[in-house]
Nanobody, 126 residues
Framework: QVQLVESGGGLVQAGGSLRLSCAASGRTLSRYAMCWFRRAPGNDREFVASITRSGGSTYYAEFVKGRFTISRDNAKMTLYLQMNSLKPEDTAVYYC???????????????????WGQGTQVTVSS
């Protein structure tokens, strides 16, 4: 099975940018559809963005459209989340997740993301 490790979080001022990375090991990344979720203090986990195995299709939560970009480099076994125009309400722990057994162009239902990283903290100050 795949193991996932996120990095790139930190403290940034509102309006700033961060790029999160999710490094995969154990199984080739191209076997998995990938997703970013986040959890803010006191809130439930929420979907941020997803990407197909091929990287050809992406899907975003409405609140990040135009600000965040999900991408992947299967050769480097890494998933990315470029976050621009950050807002204080983006403060959360960000998790990457993987879903197996889907076609190259499929975006799985959120409940099928069964492999998770440990998360990386993003804090946006006002």
């Amino acid at each position: 099975q795949v193991q996932l490790v996120e990095s790139g979080g930190g403290l940034v001022q509102a309006g700033g940018s961060l790029r999160l990375s999710c490094a995969a090991s154990g199984r080739t990344l191209s076997r998995y559809a990938m997703c970013w979720f986040r959890r803010a203090p006191g809130n439930d986990r929420e979907f941020v963005a997803s990407i197909t195995r091929s990287g050809g299709s992406t899907y975003y939560a409405e609140f990040v459209k135009g600000r965040f970009t999900i991408s992947r480099d299967n050769a480097k076994m890494t998933l990315y989340l470029q976050m621009n125009s950050l807002k204080p309400e983006d403060t959360a722990v960000y998790y990457c997740a993987a879903a197996a057994n889907y076609g190259m162009g499929s975006l799985p239902p959120l409940s099928d993301y069964g492999y998770w990283g440990q998360g990386t903290q993003v804090t946006v100050s006002s």
